[in-house]
């Protein structure tokens, strides 16, 4: 199983009796597994995609005050998204146990940073959990649950790509059954008015010695000795296996403490740092642990991202650790100059690239610098041959971005946005754009899926016209076409038509995504829909 | 035993059939596997890779070290050398020969080769033209796993029963041409490893 498949495993066998997540690489597969599982299907596990990550970790604590198990999950900067409801989450406490899983992604390979979201559980004080392996990854979801109905509390799991998109066996347990409904035991416990919400962040805080005894005793934290004390290493998560790969039958010959539930175990960090001279810390993510043992003045027997002994940024691997334990530094040998770069490109046929071609011929006049875009397939946009955008920051940010740049004096200005992104965060983005008048074209580009992440529901589907329509946008400047070569020079015309308009328009050129075709669910919907009856 | 493969090639060329392949048939022997796959942004027409780790003792980590593979399997020329500084010296590079053109800067392909054939331990054949003939041409990926079994210690028979499982799914027909393909891709590097020894 793949690691995501392991702790969507690990959930229906937990007994939740709902999923709830948005589609980001690398956290897809959890909800995709769930949707198709025969267990899930027989025990109604509730598994539809939600329209954000927010409203995801929403109803995921609202399962869980119905007294249920709830699992929510999303990609690293999703909880960015859903952050509000997710420190808050803390301070309400859960009533069934509710576990956040959050799929970090060091190097960035499908995302725009790579921030270490371990940082979050510390910032809403919970309990953490980063798996080494994907067995590790199943047992935990099991161990969490415990945890977060001992405890009341709200748990993370953190992930990261590489655990989530590699297959492992996995040894699994016999389900156990769901919780019955039943509502919390203090009917103010969810009311987080700030009397009730200061009493109920002082139970937070004192449950904090708590969360850390249940460290020091957890089997996923493990002091293995070893016979040379010149070097301790505290390894997170699947930095583990980065270290032991390196020695014949995993056998290390320094002490290692390895890390996998936080906060950290003080007395298991104590015993390393007395009884070694100096301490590595490999985490692959930002340096937290090695900040907090190396303190603000910088304890200097402390070694890891810091101090250089390995890289600020990017993934781990063997050969970086291996370096980093024998104080050399390692150069990747270069591969031969003939191999050209292959970059992603949007697939043949696709009708992003046909919008893109007739926005770049009616933005010819005005000049390069005016489209602002959005997270999804269409981003590649920025490459050759197209060039087409001038930026790409996080969910939704196109149309605000593009309100803003008007606002400043820039028009037009051109917002490109995908459907499923639309309905993820431009609502609201579009709502400041009709209130303010903005002179700004938004271009929403509809395949009716979220395309990048493979092809997974679209909240917007069927329903944008009536969405901008609904918050204000003049039908007359809604404006629907089939973005095809053939279509190219009406297009064309349109575009610049309504980039010469002094308010907000709303175009949406529309076409099935081409890796979609085979979807009959999907092509039931659009039927229904009547969405390829061409007006 | 111990296999680190390294699968590489271009989003859709079906690596991960390859990697899933190897991986049942080693499940089927009560060895240990690991296996990284790639998604996301990068399935979409650009450059893919996937590592493959196969042993009867326990795997730790999920990537492989630089200089570690017991083997490159590519299903693209171009794409066999871009990994090839985690190539160990005495490891195998195994390639398709047909060139999978979806760039303007495509180097010229007998440049390529030639990399290849500096490479000491190297097996290229024409997988379309091999797939083409016992199946069709997308089973391409499945004449380049054939000529990988050689180097790979697992039996035959457990490879095709991966392939079962795997495609078994889509029926006898399908699955039949694709065990078809992957043998013919064994025989074809048996016939290079001769002619080129």
């Known amino acids: 199983m793949l690691g995501d498949e392991a702790i969507a495993q690990a959930g229906l066998d937990a007994g939740i009796s709902g999923m709830y997540a948005y589609p980001g690489t690398p956290s897809t597969e959890i909800m995709e597994y769930i949707q198709h599982s025969k267990q899930a299907k027989e025990n109604k596990v509730h598994a539809k995609w939600s329209t954000n990550e927010k409203t995801s970790m929403e109803s995921a604590l609202g399962m869980s005050y119905a007294g249920k198990r709830a699992l929510c999950a999303m990609k690293h900067v999703g909880l960015n998204v859903a952050a509000d409801a997710f420190i808050n989450a803390a301070i309400t406490g859960v009533n069934g146990g509710l576990i956040v899983i959050s799929a970090d992604d060091p190097s960035m390979h499908s995302s725009q940073n790579e921030q270490d979201n371990r940082f979050y559980g510390k910032f809403a004080q919970i309990p953490i959990l980063e798996p080494t392996n994907q067995q590790e990854a199943y047992d935990m979801i099991h161990y969490g649950f415990e945890l977060s109905e001992e405890f009341k509390v709200p748990v993370l799991m953190r992930i990261t790509t590489r655990l989530a998109h590699s297959r492992a066996g996995i040894e699994t347990r016999s389900p156990r059954p769901q919780n019955q409904l039943v509502l919390p035991k203090d009917p103010m416990q969810f009311i987080l008015l700030p009397s009730i919400a200061r009493k109920n962040y002082r139970t937070l805080l004192g449950n904090f010695r708590s969360f850390v005894d249940a460290s020091e005793e957890s089997d996923f934290n493990q002091f293995i000795d070893g016979p040379d004390k010149s070097l301790g290493i505290i390894t997170c998560g699947i930095a583990y296996n980065y270290l032991v790969e390196n020695y014949e039958d995993q056998n290390v010959p320094y002490p290692v403490l390895k890390v996998g539930q936080y906060p950290l175990p003080r007395k298991l960090i104590e015993k390393m740092m007395n009884t070694c001279k100096e301490v590595l810390v490999i985490e692959d993510g930002y340096p937290m642990v090695e900040e907090m043992l190396k303190g603000y003045l910088g304890k200097e027997n402390i070694r890891g991202r810091l101090d250089g002994s390995l890289p600020r940024d990017g993934e781990l691997n063997p050969n970086l650790v291996l370096a980093a334990i024998k104080k050399e530094k390692f150069e990747i040998e270069p591969i031969p100059s003939t191999v050209a770069n292959r970059l992603p490109a949007m697939c043949k046929g696709c009708g992003h690239i046909d919008a893109y071609l007739a926005l770049n011929e009616a933005l010819l006049e005005h000049g390069k610098g005016r489209v602002f875009a959005d997270i999804g397939c269409y981003t590649l946009g920025a490459y050759e041959p197209y060039q087409a955008i001038s930026t790409c920051v996080d969910m939704g940010a196109s149309i605000t971005m593009a309100k803003g740049a008007a606002d400043a004096g820039l028009v037009p200005a051109v917002a490109v946005i995908g459907d499923s992104t639309f309905t993820h965060s431009g609502i609201t983005g579009l709502i400041d754009a009709v209130i303010g008048k903005s002179p700004i074209t938004i271009v929403i580009s509809d395949n009716y899926t979220t395309g990048m992440t493979g092809g997974q529901d679209s909240a917007a589907l069927g329903r944008i016209e009536q969405i901008c329509e609904g918050v204000g946008v003049d039908p007359a400047h809604i404006k629907i076409f089939h973005p095809t070569p053939a279509h190219h020079d009406e297009m064309v015309a349109l575009l610049k038509e309504e980039l010469a308009y002094d308010g907000v328009s709303v175009i949406i050129p529309r076409r099935q995504c081409v890796q979609t075709m085979k979807d009959k669910d999907l092509a039931i919907k659009v039927k229904e829909l009547g969405l390829n009856n061409r007006k | ?197």
């Open chain 2, 1 to 197: 035993m111990k296999s680190d493969i390294i699968l590489s090639g271009v989003g859709g060329q079906g690596i991960i059939s390859i990697a899933a392949a190897i991986g049942e048939a080693a499940l089927i022997n009560d060895l240990h596997m690991k296996q990284a796959e790639v998604h996301g942004m990068s399935q979409r027409g650009g450059a893919v890779q996937s590592t493959l780790r196969v042993s009867s003792k326990p795997i730790a980590s999920d990537l492989i070290a630089y200089g570690a593979a017991d083997m490159i399997l590519s299903v693209e020329p171009m794409e066999s050398l871009r990994y090839l500084n985690y190539l160990k010296p005495e490891g195998w590079l195994i390639t398709n020969a047909v060139p999978f053109v979806n760039i303007d800067d495509y180097p010229n392909i007998e440049t390529i080769y030639a990399e290849i054939r500096k490479i000491k331990n190297h097996v290229i054949i024409d997988a379309d033209e091999i797939a083409g003939k016992v199946a069709t041409k997308r089973a391409s990926n499945m004449v380049m796993l054939g000529a990988a079994t050689l180097f790979i210690d697992i039996p035959l028979e457990s490879v095709k029963e991966g392939i079962r499982q795997i495609f078994g799914k889509k029926g006898e027909a399908m699955t039949q041409s694709n065990i078809d393909a992957m043998l013919a891709g064994r025989e074809a590097a048996e016939l290079y490893m001769k002619q080129n020894r």
